[in-house]
């Protein structure tokens, strides 16, 4: 909800009241850079004591509603049949239009059982974008990612509203280059979160579902921001809907559904939805295996009671937007003060475009990274690196240069504040004035698979000291 000032201006405004919070601190510069230090420059491996504002994402870190939390309190321990797993059910089938769910314990446990499902070697498993653990898991199953995005959609800067929609001549071209015998599936990707949140529209959809019943392909549907596309569709595309008409308008073209329920439903979960029989049958018989019972999926009962509240929230008009709201009044506000920021505003985060903020270091020695560490050293808070060194190597070792360097600062709905947000944005700013003192980063141990998470680095002729120096100069050693 948008509302608008006297002088014009017009601002987020949340439609609930704070009634829990939890405490967070800003510890001193010097402290900071140690901590730093020890993550090997990497915001992942920070301590969350150590950190003043958590940006590194927006799963698993959301608010949760009262109604949320009373619905735990009842929720039914059965290892099989849980009346929890059927209140799921209901809510799946009333806001989302499918009679089979399976519940999993995150999204990229559904991404793991589509793979070993669905994915034969060698075939294309085609998609808007990646999300990284979605393409670990299908390169993994031996299938050829293919990212059938729209010329432009890298752009940065842009007024393009709808960056997540896939191309349909390449679409077209590609099943022909690849025969639909083995196109594994097409996957859209809602508010496509590595491109900056940018959602596709309803009427691309439909195109895409078009094509995939031409060809017999399935349509697989990563609905991990489904609440955001469905809200930028009625702000950019469809404003006489409501965001939960536009919701099952858009999963009419759906075969199989899945989502981590760590970011919209404000839960630590996930589920896999179809009313193809045929396709949940293939499914099943793995849940138990890798998962748990079907009735749980490896998720706690309580996870689940929220689970099914928190499904009809995220698609009531005044919550949908609660986060994409807060991150327009951001990117809004960076745009203001000239700092390069991915627009039009997406549905997640903030993505700093770090090749226009730090345009003196090479990809070679990941400036996104480089970015995150040296923001958390000079705000304590923690952004996510979402450049090349989120991207693993090639089979035979090459580095993969990202498509777009940036520095995710995710936006949890419902936790952080207008003067949160101007605290970020007043840091960034100084910090741009200061980015000559900022230089790359180098590896000390990286992993061989999705690097990002536990890859340590070091900063190149150690450019935290004369950062932190001139940030005390300015500020003292603690700030706020
Ligand atoms: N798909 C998308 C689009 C996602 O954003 C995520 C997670 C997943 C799948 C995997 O789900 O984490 O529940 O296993 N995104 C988080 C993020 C991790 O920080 O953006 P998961």
Not at 45 to 50: E, F, I, Y
Not at 62 to 68: L, P, V
Not at 110 to 116: D, G, M, T, V, W
Request: aromatic share 10%; glycine share 8%.
């Amino acid at each position: 909800m948008q509302v608008k000032l006297s002088s014009g201006k017009t601002i987020p405004m949340e439609m609930h009241k704070v009634r829990i919070v939890q405490q967070t601190w800003l510890r001193p510069v010097e402290e900071r850079r140690r901590a730093i230090q020890e993550a090997g420059f990497n915001t992942f491996l920070l301590r969350s004591k150590d950190i003043f504002l958590d940006m590194l994402t927006d799963s698993g870190t959301n608010a949760m509603s009262d109604n949320q939390l009373a619905a735990m309190m009842v929720s039914d321990d059965a290892y099989a049949g849980s009346e929890s797993f059927f209140k799921l059910t209901n809510a799946v089938e009333e806001m989302l239009g499918f009679r089979l769910t399976i519940p999993v314990h995150q999204g990229r446990a559904a991404e793991h059982l589509i793979a070993k499902t669905f994915v034969r070697p060698g075939d294309a498993c085609i998609m808007n974008y990646h999300f990284t653990t979605t393409k670990a898991h299908f390169e993994m199953a031996g299938g050829v990612v293919l990212e059938l995005y729209k010329d432009g959609a890298l752009q940065t800067e842009s007024d393009d509203p709808f960056k997540g929609n896939m191309d349909l001549q390449k679409l077209e071209d590609t099943i022909q280059q690849f025969g639909a015998d083995h196109v594994s599936f097409v996957r859209m990707e809602a508010t496509t979160n590595l491109i900056g949140g940018q959602p596709f529209s309803l009427e691309n959809l439909r195109a895409v579902k078009t094509i995939c019943e031409k060809h017999g392909i399935m349509l697989v549907f990563d609905g991990s921001l489904l609440m955001e596309n469905a809200f930028f569709i009625q702000q950019r595309e469809l404003p006489q809907m409501s965001v939960a008409e536009i919701a099952r308008a858009m999963m009419e073209t759906v075969d199989l559904f899945y989502m981590s329920a760590r970011k919209g439903p404000s839960v630590r979960g996930g589920l896999m939805a179809t009313n193809h029989q045929a396709l949940f049958d293939r499914l099943l018989p793995w849940v138990p295996v890798y998962e748990g019972f079907s009735t749980y999926g490896g998720m706690s009962t309580k996870e689940i009671e929220a689970m099914a509240v928190g499904l009809r929230e995220m698609l009531a008009d005044d919550i949908a937007g609660a986060g994409a709201d807060m991150v327009e009044y951001f990117v809004g506000r960076m745009v203001e003060e000239g700092l390069p920021v991915v627009t039009p505003a997406g549905g997640l985060a903030c993505h700093v475009d770090v090749k226009r903020f730090l345009p003196h270091i090479p990809q070679t020695q990941y400036p996104a990274g480089a970015l995150s560490a040296a923001f958390y050293l000079v705000s304590g808070v923690r952004g996510m690196e979402r450049g090349t060194i989120s991207t693993d190597r090639t089979p035979d070792g090459a580095d993969v240069p990202a498509g777009v360097e940036l520095m995710r600062l995710a936006v949890p709905r419902r936790v952080y504040t207008l003067s949160h947000i101007e605290f970020v944005v007043d840091r960034l700013k100084w910090l741009f004035q200061h980015r000559s003192l900022v230089q790359g980063l180098g590896w000390i141990s990286e992993p061989p698979v999705l690097r990002f998470f536990f890859g340590r680095l070091s900063a190149l002729n150690q450019w935290d000291a004369a950062l932190m120096n001139a940030f005390a100069a300015d500020f003292g050693s603690n700030a706020l």
